[in-house]
């Protein structure tokens, strides 16, 4: 057994199958920081992932993949935004509906492409081959930690890039500091001039847009394998809680994602590093193998709850209005 | 206005009961004018308790829907109106009584329940309802009259998968094989066929380790894709093997280019690349043998001993389990070897869990001698030349791991 490359294993998992959780996490702060809170993160990245998933595989084309889960998660964010923004129908039911809704229709897709003959991702060799590890040269050759973390495929570092773009855009531009005024209150940002709504519909889209393309990275990273549980299997609702232990910003939220997959992957690799460090690890194979699985949930809510006392000393990023709907005449 | 809507809803009403009253009339006329020539099989009724969902594509409820659909098919009864379905119940004893009670009341004949956990509320039904047959899925349970359980001795089908990849791993010169586990030790099912598997690699490549690294789940996509390619990545393996329902470590060992054996059903479509065989279930063999039994007994306290045993243990003979047909994959020899192997199980000559070991060269011949079977701490399980384990330690008890079998 390869002692140290079980440590570069453990890191690159880390990051392989945590990244669908900053996608989650960053498009849900772009939705949130308009004020809208939308829990219909799990339903949103399956939509994204099934229309994305077919149509990258006809195409022939990871590109084509991404802008189809882009496309498809924007479309249900514009579902949201119709239902919440101009017909003023509560957030929390309507995200929860479209939880439910997403599901439906990733099953009913899929399992009617499936009666007909489903792609295997396999056979589209542009796919499979856009999805492979792309070497970042000279840092990848880092003896430990380079083929764990300079070692990723296109979408890992699409996400990592996302997440900053979106950092910075809240952070440093005009247009984003309008969306932040919308979210602490619209109503003060309307008298000003803001058009509060086409800027709630464009950011809800362009947030869901987001989930979207986390919803397909996690169908490409079962390859494409479609049965009779969902590729998503719950990271939207981790999601939702990461936005908070984030504190509504993406470049903790890469930061957060990281913390939160340590603790994920110690489930699949806890018991590999015990063996590679029988004498200073080996503890790790004892703890039961029911307290990973139940670890991630633990840690979320002791961050849940460690956040929202941070948040009584008033460094809070929660969006004032967040989950309030604006209703121009009611000013 | 008002009386207009409540005109409107008793005319509605009174529609929807003629609807009912169709369906019935329909229900009645094709039990009627079924094909079957016995007026015993056309009224014969079959109900099932599952799981999961009865539309399901791949996993365990669809093995036995498709098992119980087959069967009725050869038996020439009419799925759609003989067979009755209560799907997604989970192991919740008022929950299964609920499901036993809609059977009962649609007056089926025999009520197959295929998860474990039904297990005490289907023998306290088997009581209430002496007139109905209760059948069991992977139970210990039974009683002397109407209620029995079945199971299959999927090592023996492991043991022939082990001999495809131990011979693969010779050609490789691999020896490092992982198998992704829905449990270990915890459970004889899990556990019996991990150590069938490894013996059957280890009669071809003694050398060979079985690293077993469990989900401690019976169910989870997303991890035994993950627990494969960890068992790739750290372990070095050349080979993977699985006791859970997604293709999903075999596509892993194909992405990887290693290959790998699959379990529930030929997973060589899934990973045409990579995949050598897999161990199979034939669940129509019991579920024709159950049916016809049920049909030919009388009456339904008569069900067991028409069945001759309280539990139904098929194996290789009653081409209950098997292997799913070599891949181009396997290495040479493979087939002769499997061959020989399963001519000596079925022939009663000779079975996994005994003192006597088989050893398999890469030409494909099988020598037997005596040897303990050993378990992986040192301990003697069967003395050399001893007899198989018992029947009830392979599916109740057994909660070791023989030699060369690692908790990875």
Known sequence: ?331 | MKKFIALFLAALMLLSFAACGDTDTDTSDAASTGESSSAEKAEFKVGAIYINSKNDTAGYTFAHHSGITSAMKQLGLNVDTQLFIVDEVPEDPEQVRAAVDTLVGKGVNIIFGISFGYIDALEAAAKEYPDVIFSHATGYKSNETNFNNYFGRAYQARYLAGIAAGLKSLQTGNNNIGYVAAYGTEYAETASGINGFALGVQAVNPNATVYVKKLNAWADEVNESAFAKELISSYNCGIITQHCDSAQPQIAAQDANIFGCGYNSDMTADAPKAHLTAAIWHWDVYYKTAMEAAMSCGTADKFVSTMGTPAYYGGLKENFVDVSPLSENCAPNTDTAIKAVRELIISGEWDVFSGVKLTITAEGTVTKADAALVDNAGNEIVAAGGASVADGVITGTMNYYVAGVVEA
């Open chain 1, 1 to 331: 057994m390869d002692k140290l490359g079980v440590i570069t294993s453990f890191i690159h998992n880390i990051i392989v199958f945590n990244i669908p959780l900053l996608y989650g996490t960053v498009g849900e702060i772009v939705v949130e920081k308009s004020g809208s809170l939308n829990l219909g993160v799990e339903g949103t990245m399956a939509v994204g992932a099934i229309f994305g998933y077919i149509f990258g595989c006809y195409a022939n084309s990871l590109g084509v993949g991404i802008l189809v889960a882009f496309l498809a998660g924007a479309i249900f964010g514009l579902l949201f935004a119709a239902l919440t923004v101009s017909f003023q129908a509560n957030q929390n039911i309507t995200g929860l509906t479209l939880t439910t809704f997403g599901l439906g229709i990733y099953f009913f897709v899929g399992n009617s492409v499936k009666s007909t003959g489903w792609p295997v991702m396999a056979d589209y060799e542009n796919v499979k081959e856009g999805f492979a590890d792309i070497d970042i040269p000279l840092l990848s050759d880092i003896p430990l930690i380079g083929r764990g973390i300079f070692s990723h495929n296109l979408l890992v570092y699409l996400g990592i890039i996302i997440a900053v773009a979106v950092w910075w855009y809240l952070k440093h531009t005009s247009l984003g500091l309008r969306l932040r005024a919308i979210g602490e209150n619209p109503a003060a940002a309307d008298s000003v001039g803001i058009n509060v709504n086409r800027m709630k519909y464009i950011h809800i889209c362009l947030g869901c847009g987001i989930m979207g393309i986390g919803g397909y990275y996690m169908g490409l990273n079962m390859s494409g394998s479609f049965n009779s549980s969902c590729w998503i299997n719950g990271y939207g609702w981790i999601a939702v809680a990461l936005v908070i232990f984030a504190n509504w910003s993406p470049a903790v939220a890469i930061f957060g994602t990281f913390v939160f997959g340590f603790f994920n992957t110690l489930r699949v690799s806890g018991t590999s590093i015990a063996a590679a460090f029988p004498e200073t690890l080996g503890w790790l194979a004892d703890i039961p193998a029911q307290m990973y699985q139940a670890l991630p949930f633990i840690i979320t809510a002791v961050v849940l709850v460690v956040t929202s006392i941070r948040n009584k000393r008033g460094s809070s990023g929660l969006p004032a209005a967040l989950g309030l709907n604006y209703f121009r005449e009611d000013r």
